[in-house]
């Protein structure tokens, strides 16, 4: 499966932004799906993962409650809502996948990576 992540940018403390992750070359309900984030020096992070339909989801950290990650089969694609962003929230976001199974939490099963995408949020 290639992936390809989009939606990040520029915001202000506060604001939401809502990531996007295409799937394509396979069938995407067949994936777990995941984000994952780097900041500048900073090892990557896992963010949040969702099973192969949606119906469970996990969070890295603190995240839940701010994050929520979803997505829909038919349009091939992987969502990650941000809300109340905060400067410590910037990153390089990248989604990733696996077909390892049905397992979502185990975060080393994701080999499947998208290439990223820059959220930067100013104070």
């Known amino acids: 499966v290639q992936l390809q992540a989009s939606g990040g940018g520029l915001v202000q403390s506060g604001e939401s932004l809502r990531l996007s992750c295409a799937a394509s070359?396979?069938?995407?309900?067949?994936?777990?799906g995941g984000w994952f984030r780097q900041a500048p020096g900073k090892e990557r992070e896992f963010v949040a993962a969702?099973?192969?339909?949606?119906?469970?989801?996990t969070y890295g950290g603190s995240l839940k409650g701010r994050f929520t990650i979803s997505r829909d089969n038919a349009k091939n694609t992987l969502y990650l809502q941000m809300n109340s962003l905060k400067p410590e929230d910037t990153a390089i976001y990248y989604c990733a996948a696996h077909n390892a199974g049905l397992d979502f939490k185990n975060v080393a099963l994701f080999n499947y990576w998208g290439q990223g995408t820059q959220v930067t949020v100013s104070s």
């Open positions: 969702i099973s192969r339909r949606g119906g469970s989801s």
């Open positions: 070359g396979s069938t995407f309900s067949n994936y777990i």
